[in-house]
């Protein structure tokens, strides 16, 4: 009588492969062949960039456009990216209407919020996030329309001291997409090679994980831009530490977790 064997309990996202040395030659074998498609494609990939952005910088508004900006010699194959997006400061009125919208998102996370996790944690972290924003710029920036009147406060900065201005966090921001493209095989290689997958299926999820930031990221950058270009630099903040990093590893979680729902080579129902 032939009995089938039951697939192992465990989660198959969390299940190691039996066999590490299999894993170890896939990682030995795929980093170094990802790195180097990365190498050979950059050019390629930073006109990708360079032509999405510079298009949707337009349809933003015409007189936007995607600028070169200069790099250190002995850096990598290409330029750093960003929108001369030249955005302004924020009105009294939009700081309090983004303050009073911020509060009451974060007073809402606190009704019924067991019907909604997590989306409650995560609205409540970005509208205390956006309130403390808001806070920062009353008190160390004078609004746009203040200044206009000619009225100052004591002790408060004029508009033009704000140190960071939308041309350079968007360059950050192509910045730390690239970083964090150059970072996924080796993300790869200590979290999913381990795994109980084949070795075609690593290479599908390391292509499929690589191929989806390269694409993605001149739609961060313009993401970025329009929050910045409708919203004042009083979102610049917002946009750095909630779209920044958080998105990005956000994105790769999502992927990842995907990729390791795969059935692999232990829990494949049998024929």
Known sequence: MHIDRVPPPDDRSLRTHAHPRRWLVSAALLTPALYALLWLALPYAWRYWRAVAGWGARQLDPSLTAVVLGYP??????????????ARMPSGT????????????????FVRRTTWLPVAYLLRIAAFAQLMICMYFWAMYEPADTVASGVAAPGVAA?????YDALLHLRD???????????????????YYP?????????????????????????????????????????????????????????????????????????????
């Open 73 to 86: 010699a002995h850096a990598p194959r290409v330029s750093l990216l960003s929108i001369n997006l030249a």
């Open 94 to 109: 939009l700081l309090f209407a983004t303050a009073a919208a911020c509060a009451a998102g974060f007073a809402a996370t």
């Open 159 to 163: 508009p033009a001291a704000f140190p």
């Open 173 to 191: 921001v192509f910045v730390m997409n690239v970083a964090a493209i150059v970072l996924i095989p080796l993300v790869m290689a200590a979290l």
């Open 195 to 271: 795994l109980d997958f084949s070795f075609a299926q690593k290479a599908f999820a390391s292509l499929l994980v690589l191929g989806y930031f390269v694409l993605a990221l001149p739609f961060v950058l313009l993401l970025h831009a329009i929050v910045i270009y409708h919203g004042s630099l009083l979102f610049v903040p917002f946009c750095y530490f909630v779209l920044g990093a958080p998105l990005l590893i956000g994105l790769l979680v999502t992927l990842y977790s995907y990729c390791a729902s795969w059935r692999g080579a232990l829990t494949r129902e049998p024929r």
